[in-house]
C-alpha cells in the first residue's frame, strides 16, 4: 500500500511539472485563457478599404508605399513621411506639370529608393516594390476593380489598402473616405480628421458666399481646355463641373442638357452656347492658341470675347487631380464671377494659404512659374507671340 501511495504521488507531481512546462493553466473565475489567434495578440488588426475589401495589417505601420495616380499626393497630406520606404519613380520629377506635394518633398522623395515606374499607365512592380519590404501598400488605379487590388496583394504578400479620388473633379466624398481610411491605417486618425474638417471649411465658405445669388443675377460660364489625361484644347469642358458646382455658378453645358465630361466641343458650338465668362485651364492653353488662330472670327464672336471676359485658371490634373489647385482654383473662378462676394479674397494668397494647411509650405510662386502664367485674363494678342 505505501508503495503504492508513492508511486502515485510521484506519478502526480510528474504530471504537474508537464503541466506547467506545456503553459497550460486552468482558467479561474477571474481570468481567462488568451487567444493567441486573435489580431490584438498577434500583432495585427483589420481595416476596410474604399474598395470594400477587408484587409489584415500591422497594428503599428512602420514601412508603408503608395502607388498608383494620387496616392502619395493623399499621403502626404496625413502621412508621416519619415517612414515613407520608397516612391514610383514619376514622383521623382517624371512628370513637368505641377504638383505642389512633389515640390514640397522633392529632396526627400528623390532620396527614396525606386518602387517602380509608376505614371498614368504604369502597373505595379512587385519585385521593385518588395525591395524596399514595406507593410504596407496603398494604391490608387482608375480601373478600380477589387480584384486588381487583390491581384497586387497576391504577388507581393503585402496588404494592399485600396483608396479612391472619386469621379468628380473636387470635393468628391471618396477624397474624404480614403483620408480616413489612411488615417485609421497609419494610426492618424486626428491628422485624416483635421484635413477632412478643413477641405469641409472651403467647400462650405465657397458655398455660403453664393448660395443666395439670384440665378438672373449670374454670368453663365464655360471652363474649356480641361486636363483629361493630357493637355486638350477649347472643347474639352464638362457639365456638372464640380468647382463650378461649388461656387453655384451657371454652367452653359448643364443648361444645354450635357452630361458628364465632354471632350470635342467644336467653337461653333461654343458660339452657340454664348457663354458670360470662359474660364481656360493652363494646362491646354497652347492647343488653344492654334485653335484660336485658325479660327479667330468665330471666338472674336463670342459675347466672353468681345467683353474680355476670358480668364485662365491652373491646371491641376497631373497624376490625379492636385486638390490643393482645385480648390484654390475655384475661388478664382468665385472671385471672377462673383467680385463683390469674393471681395476679400486674393486668390494667390488662398493657393498659399491650401497648400500650406495641406503639405507645409508655400507654393503659389512654384505654380506659377512651373505653368508659365498666373491667375487672371487672357490676353489673345499676347498668348498668339508666346512659343
Not at 95 to 116: C, D, H, V
Not at 299 to 320: D, H, I, T
Not at 364 to 371: E, I
Amino acid at each position: 500500500m505505501k508503495k503504492l501511495f508513492i508511486s502515485l504521488l510521484v506519478l502526480a507531481l510528474c504530471s504537474a511539472v508537464l503541466l506547467s512546462s506545456c503553459g497550460v493553466n486552468a482558467p479561474t473565475a477571474s481570468s481567462t485563457v488568451p487567444d493567441t489567434s486573435t489580431p490584438e495578440t498577434s500583432g495585427t488588426r483589420t481595416v476596410t478599404d474604399f474598395a470594400g475589401r477587408t484587409v489584415t495589417i500591422p497594428k503599428t505601420v512602420k514601412r508603408p508605399v503608395c502607388i498608383g495616380a494620387g496616392a502619395l499626393r493623399l499621403y502626404s497630406y496625413i502621412g508621416d513621411m519619415s517612414i515613407l520606404a520608397g516612391v514610383e519613380e514619376c514622383e521623382k520629377g517624371f512628370l513637368i506639370s505641377a504638383r505642389p506635394y512633389q515640390y514640397s518633398n522633392e529632396n526627400l522623395f528623390k532620396s527614396l529608393p525606386t518602387i517602380g515606374k509608376g505614371g498614368p499607365q504604369g502597373t505595379a512592380d512587385a519585385e521593385a516594390i518588395l525591395s524596399v519590404s514595406p507593410d504596407v501598400i496603398f494604391a490608387v488605379y482608375v480601373s478600380f476593380e477589387p480584384a486588381d487590388f487583390d491581384e497586387i496583394q497576391k504577388k507581393t504578400g503585402v496588404p494592399v489598402i485600396a483608396l479612391s479620388y472619386g469621379k468628380s473633379e473636387a470635393f468628391d466624398s471618396a477624397v474624404e473616405s480614403s483620408l480616413k481610411i489612411m488615417g485609421e491605417v497609419l494610426n492618424r486618425t486626428d491628422e485624416a480628421e483635421k484635413t477632412v474638417n478643413y477641405i469641409h471649411s472651403i467647400k462650405n465658405d465657397l458655398s455660403a458666399r453664393t448660395k443666395d445669388i439670384p440665378e438672373s443675377d449670374k454670368k453663365s460660364a464655360y471652363l474649356g481646355c480641361l486636363n483629361k489625361f493630357g493637355s486638350h484644347g477649347i472643347g474639352s469642358s464638362t457639365a456638372n463641373y464640380s468647382l463650378f458646382d461649388a461656387v453655384n455658378a451657371v454652367n452653359v453645358l448643364d443648361k444645354a442638357g450635357y452630361k458628364g465630361y465632354q471632350g470635342d466641343i467644336d467653337a461653333e458650338t461654343i458660339l452657340k452656347l454664348n457663354p458670360d465668362v470662359i474660364i481656360v485651364d493652363a494646362g491646354g492653353l497652347g492647343i488653344f492658341k492654334d485653335e484660336y488662330a485658325k479660327k479667330t472670327e468665330v471666338f472674336n464672336s463670342l459675347s466672353a470675347f468681345k467683353s474680355g471676359e476670358v480668364y485662365v485658371q491652373m491646371p491641376y490634373n497631373a497624376y490625379y487631380t492636385n486638390l490643393e489647385i482645385a480648390y484654390a482654383n475655384a475661388y478664382f473662378i468665385g472671385k471672377t464671377l462673383f467680385p463683390k462676394q469674393f471681395a476679400d479674397i486674393s486668390p494667390v494668397e488662398k493657393l498659399n494659404e491650401i497648400t500650406k494647411t495641406l503639405l507645409g509650405a508655400e507654393c503659389a510662386d512654384y505654380v506659377f512659374n512651373t505653368v508659365g502664367i498666373e491667375y487672371g485674363k487672357l490676353d489673345m494678342n499676347q498668348l498668339l507671340q508666346t512659343k
